[in-house]
T-cell receptor, first 114, second 117 residues
Framework: GNSVTQMEGPVTLSEEAFLTINCTYTATGYPSLFWYVQYPGEGLQLLLKATKADDKGSNKGFEATYRKETTSFHLEKGSVQVSDSAVYFCALSDIQGGSEKLVFGKGTKLTVNP | DAEITQSPRHKITETGRQVTLACHQTWNHNNMFWYRQDLGHGLRLIHYSYGVQDTNKGEVSDGYSVSRSNTEDLPLTLESAASSQTSVYFC????????????????FGPGTRLTVL
């Protein structure tokens, strides 16, 4: 079945450091790919998405490129801030029989220190 | 503004009791989902619905049930609460329109923290 694997956390960085969170997937076909973010005490919210190969999703300084050849969708940010501290989830759309749901990775906790 | 709400936000109950968690969305979305979040497991799908009177089992549905009598609500019932069901529960909804199928964004509620003693 379709699955998502993302790097184990937690990740701790200093403010203004470069961030990469790795995400790879296994899927039949060409699913849409997503990054969701969960701030402390809140529900998840969409950070960015890409719907086809070579698409780049971007939002709030974060970027991820849909790489079909490496089945990857790594999340990057050039300069993290304390306010980026959160849990990040990679996900893919799982379409079967005309219905759609998301398959999530286990999440990566990011802490950014001042 | 459209939103998705969950109630209660915190609940403590005893083993064996029936518990119902509420989820209400004003997006007028067709799809609604229930997840549980546990350390080391990420988000796991419990049940989901693609419309009124439609319900489907997810990967961890044992001990849970849902019903969809209208578009706005998908209550989650724990038939006989067990300590293993102590978790944070999230409800989500998505449009699944013809133009967005396969690319849908899910909108999440704030979560319910359930403790079963």
């Amino acid at each position: 079945g379709n699955s998502v694997t993302q790097m184990e956390g937690p990740v701790t960085l200093s403010e203004e450091a470069f961030l990469t969170i790795n995400c790879t997937y296994t899927a039949t076909g060409y699913p849409s790919l997503f990054w969701y973010v969960q701030y402390p005490g809140e529900g998840l919210q969409l950070l960015l998405k890409a719907t086809k190969a070579d698409d780049k999703g971007s939002n709030k300084g974060f970027e991820a490129t849909y790489r079909k050849e490496t089945t990857s969708f790594h999340l990057e940010k050039g300069s993290v801030q304390v306010s980026d501290s959160a849990v990040y989830f990679c996900a893919l759309s799982d379409i079967q029989g005309g219905s759609e749901k998301l398959v999530f990775g286990k999440g990566t906790k990011l802490t950014v220190n001042p | 503004d459209a939103e998705i709400t969950q109630s209660p936000r915190h609940k403590i109950t005893e083993t064996g009791r029936q518990v119902t968690l509420a989820c209400h969305q004003t997006w007028n979305h067709n799809n609604m989902f229930w997840y549980r979040q546990d350390l080391g497991h990420g988000l796991r799908l419990i049940h989901y619905s693609y419309g009124v009177q439609d319900t489907n089992k997810g990967e961890v549905s044992d001990g849970y049930s849902v019903s969809r009598s209208n578009t706005e609500d998908l209550p989650l019932t724990l038939e006989s609460a067990a300590s293993s069901q102590t978790s944070v529960y999230f409800c989500a909804s998505s449009e699944s329109g013809r133009l967005t199928f396969g690319t849908d964004t899910q909108y999440f509620g704030p979560g319910t923290r359930l403790t079963v003693l």
